[in-house]
């Protein structure tokens, strides 16, 4: 309901942006959280009042076991360097977890990726060709900014801080 606040599932392997959410909307929003791609899918499956899905990329605060993503497949790619291969998947954990979401046929919501794309824009389109309905905050973004953003995306009046 547009009148209600926002739900937003937090997806990341810490605690910084579910604080600096807590903060920036106080009672103007709800916020979920997850850590890994499992849970998601499960929360995404069961609650379907979830408006925002707001995703970080890199997940190395995880048991590696928790990780989505085919790491036989990975280390392959990395020329048989599975250390290398485990990298690669924490780095670019939000994406395969969204995959994962996507694939679940979990698409009804925006996405607001937790990685600057100022500069490089190009890359952004190429996975909001592939993904969807993504998004993502500047680092210079200040908070009215993000509250901006937030409410536009789901679509409630800006007035709620």
Request: without cysteine; aromatic residues 8%; negative net charge.
């Amino acid at each position: 309901m547009a009148d209600s606040p926002p739900t937003l599932l937090i997806v990341e392997d810490g605690d910084e942006y579910r604080a600096n959410f807590s903060r920036l909307f106080g009672e103007s929003a709800t916020l979920k959280q997850v850590r890994t791609g499992a849970a998601a899918r499960a929360v995404l499956k069961q609650d379907p009042d979830v408006d925002l899905l707001v995703l970080d990329l890199r997940f190395d605060r995880i048991p590696r076991e928790d990780l989505v993503g085919d790491h036989e497949a990975a280390t392959r790619q990395m020329g048989g360097d599975a250390e290398r291969a485990w990298r690669y998947l924490e780095d670019h954990q939000g994406l395969f977890i969204l995959r994962v979401l996507r694939d679940a046929g979990l698409q009804r919501f925006p996405v607001l990726l937790l990685r600057d794309f100022t500069h490089n824009r190009a890359h952004l389109r190429r996975l909001q060709e592939q993904y969807g309905d993504l998004h993502y905050l500047p680092e210079t973004a200040g908070a009215d900014e993000i509250r901006k953003l937030v409410f536009r995306l789901t679509g409630r009046a800006t007035t709620g801080t």
